[in-house]
């Protein structure tokens, strides 16, 4: 009779986040929880990867937030077909040995990108919270009851939601990019923008788009 294999059950748990002071990019650091069963069981590794949603439907919106967010999900009116879930990013993480459980942090890197449909979302919301959902898989290396090394993938149901503080992401910013914002352009755009500002004589960038803008009809404008 052949023995029954137990695979560990690994559950996980996002505890906290918090803005990683120095990195070389604006960065989140997540605090996750995670525990086995049986509990007894040794895991040697965890190498893990974590695909980290956006689930917009999950909260309400205010007026200026709807304003701000048209250009992500139109006019209010069709969010109802508009409104849904959409993927921030990817993050890969290493958790060393443990029996039990543990705590364990994902390093999220985030841009401020106004190309990037995350950055357009994190930045139209005024307070609140975002809601984040964490779909995890990987490799789990554990001892089994015979002491022996095993390897195991981990189950594609397994998930965490985590309703990050508005506040949190805005702290992050604030700190990497203190009263800017940051505006990718294709090449031939920022052609004509270099050579609008050279041929008017203007000093920075910032007062050749204010010009720009200013030309603007006032229906635009406002």
Not at 87 to 95: D, P
Not at 149 to 171: C, M, N
Request: hydrophobic share 40%; proline share 5%.
């Amino acid at each position: 009779m052949v023995a029954e294999v137990r695979l560990p059950d690994v559950r996980f748990a996002i505890e906290s986040a918090d803005v990683v002071q120095y990195a070389a990019t604006p960065t989140l650091a997540f605090k996750v929880r995670i525990t086995n069963a049986p509990s007894e069981e040794l895991i040697h590794t965890m190498a893990l990867r974590a695909q980290i949603q956006i689930e917009a439907t999950r909260r309400k919106y205010n007026q200026d937030e709807q304003a701000r967010l048209r250009d992500l999900f139109g006019e209010p009116d069709r969010w109802g077909q508009t409104l849904l879930s959409m993927l921030w990013t990817h993050a890969g993480f290493m958790v060393p040995r443990f029996t039990g459980g543990t705590v364990s942090e994902i390093s999220v890197p985030c841009t401020f990108d106004f190309n990037v449909g995350a950055t357009k979302y994190f930045h139209g919301l005024a307070s609140g919270e975002l809601p984040l959902c964490f779909q995890f898989s990987g490799t789990v290396f554990y001892q089994d009851h015979n002491k022996l090394l095993q390897v195991a993938p981990i189950s594609w149901d397994k998930e965490a939601r985590y309703r990050l503080p508005v506040t949190v992401w805005k702290d992050l910013m604030a700190i990497y990019y203190p009263g800017n914002a940051w505006l990718a352009l294709r090449k031939n755009t920022f052609e004509r923008l270099y050579r609008y500002k050279v041929s008017e004589g203007i000093p920075t960038w910032e007062e050749a788009l204010e010009r720009a803008l200013d030309a603007l009809p006032e229906t635009v404008k406002s």
